[in-house]
């Protein structure tokens, strides 16, 4: 098939990080596909314009085509990060000349939908949500469900999910929250799959044994990774304050690792200065390939997230699938629904959103038995398995032929 991938945020690698359609792109090229994936040339959380560094709007990166959209920079959540979304989706028509009419397009997120079918028409369209737009930005932002721009996105939500030829959930909980919406009566559930995020797992070892280099840590100390973005959402301060908590305890030789951009960066780094919180350490945004190397040497990883009611439909963060491939225990901070952590015994969660029960579980697990530890991250390597790629696109292949047949 000549199959064709609408992404604003799917930028080749090594540019961007979330890497769920260069994965499914390079596995179907595998199986004889033909793939073009089209992006926004500026990277989210970043002032990088691909076309500016690549010196042209295309280029091929393991066997996957890559066109981009001029699109101007942006910087947070405001006006401008609209205008930038908004001049990715009017210019798809003016790429349509420099691709071979597609066979399926594959389109997250539902805002686009009604541009991407005026400049396709009727061919074949699957919707791919990795995220709950609008109700996260209702509910990580507290923006008002009654402001005109969510009514709209939910216009265009309900649409999408109405008017697609399918629909892909990486959340375990997307079918609960479409038989929740008032239309529901009127979607054909049949069409409704389930694709979580995982990983390329060949290429994590690879990057393990190829991309080494001095991290900077203490060894002697029990080391703590976070990786991922830093932002009102992923509630980072709490790990600081929790570090900080820790240090009251006389737990000093317990350290906090956060790798990652975001928003809140440069607040977080004043916090931790400002408190003489000295056990966390951050490094700044850094290279995709390098997680592997930096993760592999943890004690364990961290996923904190702000608890919001959308999080019983299950989470599905690229950063999971990290960690889970790394075989380190995880300590994870929401109550999610179909929660792999738990459903794995690959770590431990606490529902208390305070920095006092955070530091409480990382207590236990810092004089948890070393076998205990050590079996918990094996758990959390055979978890990383069963959600690794080709297994992945085996589950899109049938979606594939669902809305071809």
């Known amino acids: 098939m000549n199959i064709l991938i609408l992404c604003h945020s799917a930028q080749q690698p090594p540019f961007n990080t979330m890497l769920r ?4 792109g390079k596995e179907l090229v595998e199986r004889g596909h033909r793939v073009t994936i089209v992006a926004a040339s500026t990277v989210h959380n970043t002032d990088i314009d691909v076309i500016e560094e690549i010196g042209r709007d295309y280029a091929v990166v393991d066997g996957v085509r890559y066109l981009y959209i001029e699109t101007p920079r942006y910087q947070g959540n405001g006006v401008k990060r609209i205008q930038n979304m908004m001049a990715y989706c009017v210019s798809l028509p003016k790429i349509r000349p420099r691709i071979k009419r597609p066979d399926v397009i594959i389109s997250p997120g539902c805002y686009k939908y009604p541009f991407v079918r005026r400049a396709f028409g009727k061919v074949p369209l699957i919707v791919d949500t990795v995220d709950l737009w609008p109700l996260s930005i209702i509910q990580y932002a507290n923006v008002s469900e009654r402001n005109p721009l969510i009514q709209y996105l939910y216009r265009l939500e309900k649409k ?17 929250y479409l038989r929740e919406q008032k239309y529901a009566d009127r979607i054909d559930f049949g069409k409704v799959f389930h694709i979580n995020m995982g990983c390329d797992i060949a290429q994590k070892d690879e990057e393990l044994k190829s991309v080494q280099f001095d991290l900077g840590w203490d060894m002697d100390k029990f080391n703590l990774v976070y990786c991922g973005s830093i932002r009102q959402a992923n509630q980072v301060q709490q790990i600081c304050d929790a570090a900080k908590e820790l240090l009251r305890r006389g737990y000093d030789d317990i350290a906090f690792q956060i790798y990652g951009n975001g928003t809140d960066l440069e607040a977080l780094q004043k916090y931790v200065k400002d408190h003489e919180i000295s056990n966390v350490t951050f490094y700044g945004r850094i290279d995709k390939s390098q997680i592997p190397c930096i993760l592999a040497r943890s004690e364990a990883n961290i996923l904190t997230y702000k608890q919001v009611p959308l999080m019983k439909y299950g989470g599905s ?4 699938f990290d960690y889970l491939a790394s075989g380190k225990p ?3 901070n929401g109550k999610f629904g ?7 015994d690959c770590g431990l969660v606490t529902e208390d959103q305070s920095a006092e029960a955070f530091a409480n579980t990382v207590e236990e697990l810092y004089k948890m038995d070393p076998e205990k530890r050590r079996a918990m991250g094996e758990n959390a390597r055979k978890c990383a ?8 696109v085996d589950q899109l292949c049938e979606v594939l032929r669902f809305v071809t047949k």
């Open 317 to 320: 963060q690229s950063k999971l």
């Open 385 to 392: 398995e069963l959600y690794d790629q080709p297994q992945l």
């Open 21 to 24: 359609y260069h994965n499914w």
């Open 160 to 176: 999408a999910y109405l008017g697609a030829d399918a629909l892909i959930f990486s959340m375990e909980g997307g079918e609960e």
């Open 330 to 332: 995880i300590i994870c």
């Open 338 to 344: 179909y929660n792999l952590i738990t459903r794995y």
